[in-house]
C-alpha cells in the first residue's frame, strides 16, 4: 500500500534531519499499482507492484546534484543525502539555479477513489472478460491493456515546503481487429475513479469503429474539413500547451512572442469560443495539485474568448520574462457547445472525421506545426453523413489552425487515450487542416 500522509512527511523529515547543506529538498514518491494485458481475445500478462522511491536534492552556490534510492533504513538516508551533498560541490555552477520553495499553500483535491486503490487480480479479470466477449460477440480480435495505480507524492526542502497529495487512476485501452486485417480501431478510458465505467460498453464502441472502418479507400491529401474526435483534439493541443512557455515568448522565440519584443499577453489570438483553463480541483475529473517540484498548480486561465491570458513560467524564468511564475498546467478543459457528434457531423458537407492521431512530432517549433497519422478509423463525410472508410493520412499542421479555424464545438469529454495529462476536451469540426499524404497502414 502507498504511504499515508503521516508516514510520508515523518520519511521527508528523517531525510532532512541527515542534511549539512543549508538548501536539501526532498520528494517522496509511493507507488502501487496494478495491470492485465490481453491479446488475440485472452488475458496475457499482469501482475503488481509497490514501489518507493526518494530523491533528495542539494544545492550549494548554484551547485546542484540529485540522487535516488529507495531505502528507509537511517543508514541508508544518510548515505543517499552524504552522496546528494557529495555530487553537488563536483557540480558545475548554474547561473539560474532556483532557490528552494518554502511553505506554500496547496488546494486540497480529492482525487483517490477506494474502489480504484484497492481493485483485486479478480477485479481486473472481469473487467477485461467483459471486453473480451463484447469483441468476441461481433466476431472481432480483441487486445489491449488495464492499468491502475494509486500514487503519493510528499515534498519537503529545510526552508520550510511540506506539502502532499494522493490520487488514484484506472485506464483502459482497447483495440479491436477485423479477422480479414482491414477494419481496425482502438479506444480508451482513464478516471481517478471507477465510477459506472463499463469495459463492455468500451469494446463494443470500438467494435462498431472497427467494422465500420473495413476496406478504406484512397483519398486525394490536401487541405480539408475535419471532424477531430476528443483525443485527436488533446494530441494536438499537447504540442500547444508545451510551447506556451513565457520565457521563450519573451526572448523571440515563439509563436507568443510580440514582433519587435516581449509577448502577445492580452491579445486576440483565437476563436472568441476558445476558452482554456486548468482546474486541479475540478470534481469529475481532478488532478494533482502540486507541480513536479512541489509548487502548488493553482486554477488558472490560459486562453479566455480567443485571448492569450497566461503563459507558464519556472520560478527562474518568471522574472526574466516579466510574469508571475506559473508551472507547467497538468490538467486542461477547454469549453464547448451542446452539440453530439451527429450534430457536428450533420455541419460537414464534404470532410473528414478522425478518431485519433499517432506518431505525432513537432515540425515547426515556433509556428507549432507538427506532423503525424490518422489512426483507428478515418472516415468520409458527405452531405453530412458518414459515408465509408478512408485509407489513413499524414497530416502536417497543428493546433493553431484548430483554434484559428473553427466551425463548430461539441460537449466537452475527458480524451480516454491521453495518459500524460488530464484533457477535457470537446470534439470540433475545422476547416482547411492539411494532409500530405496517404498511408497503407491500418
Not at 115 to 139: C, F, N
Not at 143 to 164: K, V, Y
Not at 327 to 340: A, I, S, T
Not at 399 to 412: D, E, F, R, S
Request: charged content about 25%; overall charge positive; proline content about 5%.
Amino acid at each position: 500500500m502507498t504511504l499515508g500522509s503521516s508516514a510520508a512527511k515523518a520519511l521527508c523529515r528523517a531525510v532532512l534531519a541527515q542534511a549539512s547543506f543549508g538548501d536539501v529538498r526532498v520528494h517522496v514518491r509511493s507507488k502501487q499499482t496494478g495491470d492485465l494485458r490481453f491479446g488475440a481475445s485472452r488475458p496475457t500478462t499482469g501482475g503488481d507492484v509497490e514501489t518507493l522511491e526518494i530523491s533528495v536534492t542539494a544545492q550549494r552556490d548554484g551547485r546542484r546534484a540529485t540522487v535516488t534510492g529507495n531505502r528507509t533504513d537511517p543508514a541508508a538516508l544518510r548515505a543517499l543525502v552524504g552522496q546528494a551533498e557529495a555530487l553537488a560541490a563536483l557540480a558545475p555552477v548554474d547561473p539560474e539555479a532556483e532557490g528552494p520553495l518554502g511553505p506554500v499553500s496547496v488546494a486540497k483535491v480529492a482525487a483517490r477513489d477506494a474502489k480504484v486503490a484497492g481493485m483485486t487480480a479478480q477485479q481486473r479479470a472481469g473487467l477485461v472478460g467483459d471486453a473480451i466477449d463484447a469483441g468476441r460477440a461481433r466476431g472481432l480480435e480483441v487486445s489491449g491493456h488495464l492499468q491502475h495505480r494509486e500514487i503519493a507524492d510528499a515534498f519537503a526542502d529545510r526552508r520550510g515546503l511540506s506539502a502532499f497529495h494522493v490520487r488514484t487512476e484506472l485506464a483502459m485501452t482497447c483495440t479491436c481487429r477485423t479477422p480479414d486485417g482491414t477494419g481496425s480501431s482502438k479506444g480508451g478510458f482513464i478516471s481517478h475513479a471507477r465510477g459506472t465505467f463499463s469495459a463492455k460498453a468500451l469494446a463494443e464502441r470500438v467494435a462498431e469503429a472497427a467494422l465500420r472502418s473495413r476496406d478504406p479507400k484512397p483519398i486525394e491529401p490536401g487541405r480539408m474539413t475535419v471532424v477531430l474526435m476528443p483525443d485527436a483534439v488533446a494530441e494536438l493541443l499537447d504540442f500547444l500547451v508545451e510551447r506556451m512557455d513565457a520565457r521563450a515568448a519573451a526572448e523571440g522565440r515563439s509563436f507568443f512572442a510580440r514582433a519587435g519584443g516581449g509577448t502577445k499577453l492580452g491579445e486576440v489570438l483565437f476563436d472568441p469560443r476558445i476558452t482554456l483553463r486548468s482546474d486541479p480541483a475540478d470534481r469529475t475529473n481532478p488532478a494533482s495539485p502540486l507541480a513536479d517540484d512541489g509548487s502548488p498548480q493553482a486554477k488558472t486561465t490560459w486562453i479566455e474568448r480567443g485571448v492569450l491570458r497566461t503563459l507558464h513560467a519556472r520560478r527562474g524564468d518568471a522574472s526574466v520574462a516579466g510574469v508571475p511564475a506559473v508551472p507547467v498546467p497538468n490538467n486542461l478543459h477547454m469549453d464547448g457547445e451542446p452539440n453530439d457528434l451527429d450534430a457536428l457531423v450533420a455541419k460537414v458537407d464534404r470532410g473528414l472525421l478522425v478518431t485519433r492521431l499517432w506518431y505525432n512530432r513537432m515540425l515547426d517549433p515556433k509556428g507549432i506545426v507538427a506532423t503525424g497519422l490518422t489512426r483507428d478509423g478515418t472516415f468520409a463525410i458527405e452531405g453530412g453523413k458518414i459515408t465509408h472508410a478512408v485509407k489513413n493520412l499524414r497530416y502536417n499542421d497543428g493546433p493553431i489552425t484548430l483554434l484559428t479555424k473553427l466551425v463548430a464545438l461539441g460537449q466537452p469529454q475527458r480524451a480516454g487515450m491521453s495518459t500524460g495529462r488530464v484533457w477535457v476536451v470537446p470534439a470540433v469540426v475545422v476547416e482547411g487542416f492539411n494532409f500530405e499524404s496517404t498511408s497503407d497502414a491500418i
